[in-house]
């Protein structure tokens, strides 16, 4: 994670398209998000993302030039997959995929923003569970939340997870959360902007796993 | 799985060594298994062992005459590693996987000798709680343990299931009971010969995930 605070995401343009490849090399930093978390239980989690990044570069190194930017990926299937779309292709991975983006940032911004049990300081159940409301339950069946709801038992502890984050360094709390909010600062507004695309082609699905 | 039931393991020979290749090419069928459970829950339990299946062939494919046998594999890798053996490369793939090898071959067992719970017949909770803990329950910390009991709840009916094993054809229960008695003949000998082959070695390790 030092890693993942080391590896920005790039500024938005103007236009605030957002470019396949640079995007590609700075969320492939992110599965070893889930290895922070410490558990092995969090392996299959780690898996779904790596399979959706795997699942867009394929489809980008098809043809670099015609799928410059993500909005160009999803302009191309739906021409090509017709009726199918948008349950295909790299649209359904990056739809997956900003997912879990989300969950990640807004976990992140509830760290930073100090949200607490006050009753349990040293835990982030209540920050996951944020960001697991607003990210993903919606998009989860009654049994998958049942098992999201075990998985927060093998969260890390505060402390261990911040320190996960500046891995391999003596960093202050202080230090590491400003770390994050910097990362944080690019890292939404890129997320932010696959979900208004997603918004404005109508290409988001809502079924449940 | 109709699959699964015209992919016959082989016969073992009279000294009981499992070749490799054979090997291989029977247990690539088992992942589908994991499908007729019909719930994506399943999805990272078929990652697992299909992930296994690779790693193992990876080292076959190496050098397949000096690991014709699975046993030439362990010897072969306990020479290799050293002190890491055998928590590492084919030895550990094929470790985890007799488990879920065993866990499979419990269920279906239990299933053809008619293990039922009597108020619950359509259920096959019984049968896969009966694998579990004879596979697979020391090998898991409680967490993991407590994720599979919520699992248990997407495990389908015994009679789709059964369904589900005969695949596109119209196939009556004892018909279809019988086809997979006649499939854990071979199947069960060299899941045994596996374990007897780890025993012997002294390569079975009892962590915990
Ligand atoms: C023996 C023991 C038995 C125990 C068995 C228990 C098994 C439990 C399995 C739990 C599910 C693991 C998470 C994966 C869930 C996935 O099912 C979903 C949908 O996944 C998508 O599905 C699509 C098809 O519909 C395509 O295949 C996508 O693939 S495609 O690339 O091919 O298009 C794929 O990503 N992804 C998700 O919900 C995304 C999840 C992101 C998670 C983010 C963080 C959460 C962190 C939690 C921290 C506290
Ligand atoms: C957002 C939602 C959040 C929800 C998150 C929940 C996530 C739940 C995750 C549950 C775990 C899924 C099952 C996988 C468990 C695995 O952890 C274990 C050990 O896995 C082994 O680990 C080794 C290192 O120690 C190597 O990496 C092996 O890999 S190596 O090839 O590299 O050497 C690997 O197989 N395999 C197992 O326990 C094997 C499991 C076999 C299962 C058999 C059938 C059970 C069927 C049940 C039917 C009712």
């Not at 739809?95 to 300081?121: A, C, H, T, Y």
């Amino acid at each position: 994670m030092a890693l993942l605070m080391e590896h920005q995401f790039r500024q938005l343009p103007a236009d605030r398209q957002v470019e396949t490849r640079p995007f590609l090399e700075a969320v492939s930093y992110l599965p070893p998000f889930f290895d922070c978390l410490g558990s092995t239980v969090f392996a299959p989690i780690k898996a779904d993302i790596s399979g959706n990044i795997t699942k867009i570069r394929a489809v980008y190194d098809s043809n670099p030039a015609r799928f410059k930017t993500l909005q160009q990926i999803l302009e191309a299937e739906k021409e090509m997959y017709g009726a199918e779309w948008p349950k295909v292709g790299a649209t359904l991975a990056l739809m997956w995929l900003k997912r879990g983006l989300r969950f990640i940032q807004v976990l992140l911004q509830s760290l930073v923003d100090g949200e607490k049990d006050e009753n349990n300081p040293n835990l982030i159940r209540v920050n996951a569970t944020k960001a697991y409301e607003i990210a993903l339950r919606r998009y989860h069946g009654w049994l998958v939340q049942k098992l999201f709801k075990a998985a927060l038992f093998a969260a890390p502890y505060r402390s261990d997870f911040l320190k996960a984050l500046s891995k391999g360094r003596e960093v202050k709390e202080e230090e590491c959360l400003e770390k994050v909010r910097k990362f944080l600062i690019n890292f939404s507004a890129t997320v932010d902007a696959v979900y208004e695309m997603y918004n404005k082609a109508n290409a988001d699905l809502d079924y449940t796993v």
